[in-house]
Every structure is written in structure tokens, then in C-alpha cells.
């Protein structure tokens, strides 16, 4: 796991109402939770904790030349509240996610995400493809899918179970 990146997102998922979710985000920048009811505001939350700490950069975002690198140091040491390893050791009540937001392209995140109770790890594109992917572990209530391709059953299967 990222235990060294500032920018780690623990999405602790609380309780599901789908096909929204809803618990508390801890990041670095935080000593405490920020709930969050909805995927929207969950984003939000998110994008304004990377523009805290301006990791990653937004692509899309005027950049300048004359901020040093220690006015920028100084000011993620000033945003840094929690440790790396606190914000990867909370839990949700459903699930948790630990999201690695690698950059910020094309006005939208491409990273990867952990499903801490599942130990599985997959990469994402987008903020869309993110939520997606979180989204699919609601699936059904089954929580066994987690961005995998599901394959139906063959109607052989079907009837072969049929007849047990």
C-alpha cells in the first residue's frame, strides 16, 4: 500500500442506500472525519483536499513559476494533521477504500483504489470509473465483484442446478 503518499483518501463506507453511499473521509488534512452523504460531496471533499495540498496538480489549473518549493513544502506540512498510517488504519462499517489519486488529468483523477476488506487493488481513469468501481462492490448486496466482469450463467448451468 501507498503508506508514503500525503495525498491517501480512506473512504470509510458507512451504510449504502443504493445507488448512493454514505460514511467519512479521513485524509491528512483532517484530524477528524468529514462525512459525507452522497458521492457528490464526496468529490468534492476529495478535490479540495488535493487543491490543499496541491498533489497532485491539476492539469487544467493556472500554474505559477515565482512559488518556491519550500513555500510549497512548508504549506503541506502545515495541511498535514493525521498521519498516512492513521488514515489507512480507519474502517467503515460496509467497506473502505484507500484511494491513491496519482494526477489529475484531462479535468478528472487517474489513480488506483484498495478495498481494504477484500485486499484487492485496482487502477482507475477517472473519478466516474472510481465511483464506478466502488459502487460495483454494492452490487447486489454480494460485495464480490469490485470492478470484475460478472459472467452469467450459462443456461446449461441453469438447468443442471435446476434439476438438483
Given at each position: 500500500?501507498y503508506?508514503?503518499?500525503?495525498?491517501?483518501?480512506?473512504?470509510?463506507?458507512?451504510?449504502?442506500?443504493?445507488?448512493?453511499?454514505?460514511?467519512?473521509?479521513?485524509?491528512?488534512?483532517?484530524?477528524?472525519?468529514?462525512?459525507?452523504?452522497?458521492?457528490?460531496?464526496?468529490?468534492e471533499i476529495?478535490d479540495?483536499?488535493?487543491?490543499?495540498?496541491n498533489?497532485?496538480q491539476?492539469?487544467?489549473?493556472p500554474?505559477?513559476f515565482?512559488?518556491?518549493?519550500?513555500?510549497?513544502?512548508?504549506?503541506?506540512?502545515?495541511?498535514?494533521?493525521?498521519?498516512?498510517?492513521?488514515?489507512?488504519?480507519?474502517?467503515?462499517?460496509?467497506a473502505?477504500?484507500?484511494?491513491h489519486?496519482?494526477?489529475?488529468?484531462?479535468?478528472t483523477?487517474?489513480?488506483?483504489?484498495?478495498?481494504?476488506?477484500?485486499?484487492?487493488?485496482?487502477?482507475?481513469?477517472?473519478?466516474?470509473?472510481?465511483?464506478?468501481?466502488?459502487?460495483?462492490?454494492?452490487?447486489?448486496?454480494?460485495?464480490?465483484?469490485?470492478?470484475?466482469?460478472?459472467?452469467?450463467?450459462?443456461?446449461e448451468?441453469a438447468a443442471?442446478?435446476?434439476?438438483?
Amino acid at each position: 500500500m501507498y503508506y508514503y503518499a500525503p495525498n491517501l483518501v480512506s473512504i470509510c463506507v458507512d451504510y449504502v442506500n443504493y445507488p448512493d453511499f454514505g460514511g467519512s473521509i479521513y485524509h491528512s488534512g483532517s484530524s477528524s472525519p468529514v462525512k459525507f452523504d452522497d458521492v457528490v460531496r464526496l468529490t468534492e471533499i476529495m478535490d479540495e483536499f488535493f487543491d490543499s495540498l496541491n498533489i497532485p496538480q491539476a492539469a487544467n489549473k493556472p500554474r505559477s513559476f515565482t512559488t518556491s518549493s519550500a513555500e510549497l513544502k512548508r504549506h503541506r506540512d502545515e495541511v498535514q494533521v493525521m498521519s498516512v498510517r492513521d488514515v489507512t488504519n480507519q474502517r467503515g462499517k460496509k467497506a473502505t477504500f484507500i484511494v491513491h489519486v496519482q494526477y489529475r488529468q484531462n479535468a478528472t483523477w487517474q489513480g488506483s483504489v484498495f478495498w481494504a476488506e477484500k485486499n484487492a487493488t485496482r487502477n482507475f481513469r477517472s473519478a466516474l470509473e472510481l465511483l464506478k468501481l466502488i459502487d460495483s462492490a454494492f452490487e447486489d448486496g454480494s460485495s464480490q465483484t469490485f470492478g470484475d466482469v460478472r459472467q452469467e450463467a450459462s443456461p446449461e448451468g441453469a438447468a443442471e442446478e435446476n434439476d438438483a
